[in-house]
């Protein structure tokens, strides 16, 4: 096992605290910020045209396309068809800091008006965070079907060696998501595993955090049903959207499943604000990018694992076992041995625990969320798991 140096980690949350007794002390609900949907949102064949028609309408002359190198080569031909007055330029790497600068200020170059990021998460994240730095419009195209990136204005930054930083909500929508069916089905079938895994999460991270609520506010109920949806619909047709997406077969349940995750999803924090993003399984995906050996492994396969954390900690095995056979079945891992980390587990629990626990970490949030109390419920997991 191999532990990563923290010492670069940065704490921006620092309303955190007050944020904690106010859910604790079950407080009335403030005011929170609706960000409900992008400007415009189109899924089915054909769904690239309008891009097209927004730099028609807008009358922008030039933009900033960023993309990645394996999605692009399966993404151009579609934005090879469109008049768009594009130049392009390949990210590096992890969404930093570093990052965001770099491409911001191509894009001061090339006096981009716009902002059109093709690809998966960590591309759509720098997409938003570039134009955001620039206070121009940003266009998303999903070539995966992972998260829901697509829909959330929220970047989440890591360092250069992988480990989770900080995550930043702003104030500015997309101007337009565009979302090709095709291109999700020539994506490997592993993203949308990991997809699912992590919109299933939804569900767990919002319940637990409105249930400590006195009052819903309707955008706090409208975010819990969709919540609830992301887990209902997942749990019937995730299954089968694997298998159709092996086959390379766009049937209805296929795309039930790539609108759940990314609008579905992404609906959840959009109205719920911070009582609808995120909570315990999260912060043990934060905690495992501590471990080198989880860095290969996909976001939504952690906050998975993060799931089973989180209803440990909650010591809810009832929902645990419920889950399982179906984890099974479409491969998520339900223990620290499934993500790579295969020996010296009681050094890694004491690892995540300990950076799933720190103070910006959303995990506090719950009850009973000390670095003891994570490290024993993973150790419960795991032995809970090997019966």
């Given at each position: 096992m191999t532990i990563?140096?923290?010492?670069?980690?940065?704490?921006?949350?620092?309303?955190?605290?007050?944020?904690?007794?106010?859910?604790?002390?079950?407080?009335?609900?403030?005011?929170?910020?609706?960000q409900g949907a992008p400007n415009l949102y189109r899924c089915h064949s054909g769904s690239l045209q309008a891009l097209q028609q927004a730099v028609i309408n807008e009358q922008w002359k030039k933009g900033l396309l960023i993309h990645g190198e394996q999605s692009w080569r399966v993404a151009k031909p579609y934005l090879d068809k469109l008049n768009l007055n594009l130049t392009g330029v390949r990210y590096c790497?992890?969404?930093?800091?570093?990052?965001?600068?770099?491409?911001?200020?191509?894009?001061?170059?090339?006096?981009?008006?716009?902002?059109?990021a093709v690809g998966g998460g960590k591309i759509l994240d720098l997409g938003?965070?570039?134009a955001i730095k620039l206070n121009i419009p940003y266009l998303l195209v999903p070539t995966l079907a992972s998260n829901c990136a697509p829909w959330t204005p929220l970047s989440v930054f890591y360092n250069?060696?992988?480990?989770?930083?900080?995550?930043?909500?702003?104030?500015?929508?997309?101007?337009?998501?565009?979302?090709?069916?095709?291109?999700?089905?020539?994506?490997?079938?592993?993203?949308?595993?990991?997809?699912i895994g992590d919109t299933i999460a939804k569900w767990y991270e919002a319940d637990v955090l409105a249930r400590q609520l006195k009052r819903k506010p309707l955008a706090v109920t409208i975010a819990l049903n969709a919540a609830q949806l992301c887990r209902d619909l997942l749990l019937k047709y995730g299954e089968q959207a694997i298998v159709d997406h092996e086959n390379k077969e766009l049937t209805p349940a296929y795309l039930?499943?790539?609108?759940?995750?990314?609008?579905?999803?992404?609906?959840v924090g959009g109205f719920g604000e911070r009582y609808?993003?995120?909570?315990?399984?999260?912060?043990?995906?934060?905690?495992?990018?501590a471990l080198a050996e989880t860095h290969e492994q996909l976001h939504g396969d952690k906050v998975a694992y993060g799931i089973l954390v989180q209803l440990a900690l909650e010591n809810?095995?009832?929902?645990?076992?419920?889950?399982?056979?179906?984890?099974?079945?479409?491969?998520?891992?339900?223990a620290l041995?499934?993500?790579?980390?295969?020996?010296?587990?009681?050094?890694?629990?004491?690892?995540?625990?300990?950076?799933?626990?720190?103070?910006?970490?959303?995990?506090?949030?719950?009850?009973?969320?000390?670095?003891e109390s994570v490290a024993h419920a993973m150790k419960r997991l795991e032995a809970w798991i090997a019966i």
């Open positions: 990563m140096n923290l010492d670069t980690i940065v704490v921006e949350w620092d309303n955190l605290q007050q944020l904690t007794q106010a859910f604790k002390g079950m407080m009335v609900l403030e005011s929170i910020q609706v790497g992890e969404c930093t800091e570093a990052e965001v600068d770099r491409l911001a200020a191509k894009a001061e170059i090339e006096q981009a008006e716009y902002i059109l938003k965070a570039c250069e060696e992988g480990t989770f930083i900080k995550h930043i909500v702003y104030a500015q929508n997309a101007y337009l998501v565009a979302v090709e069916p095709e291109l999700i089905l020539n994506s490997p079938v592993a993203f949308l595993r990991a997809g039930q499943v790539i609108e759940t995750i990314i609008m579905a999803g992404g609906m609808g993003r995120i909570a315990g399984a999260h912060s043990i995906h934060n905690g495992l990018t809810r095995f009832d929902e645990i076992e419920e889950l399982l056979p179906y984890y099974r079945r479409l491969g998520l891992p339900a041995r499934e993500l790579g980390v295969k020996d010296q587990l009681d050094l890694a629990f004491e690892c995540v625990a300990q950076t799933a626990t720190r103070p910006s970490e959303s995990i506090h949030l719950m009850e009973n969320a000390s670095k």
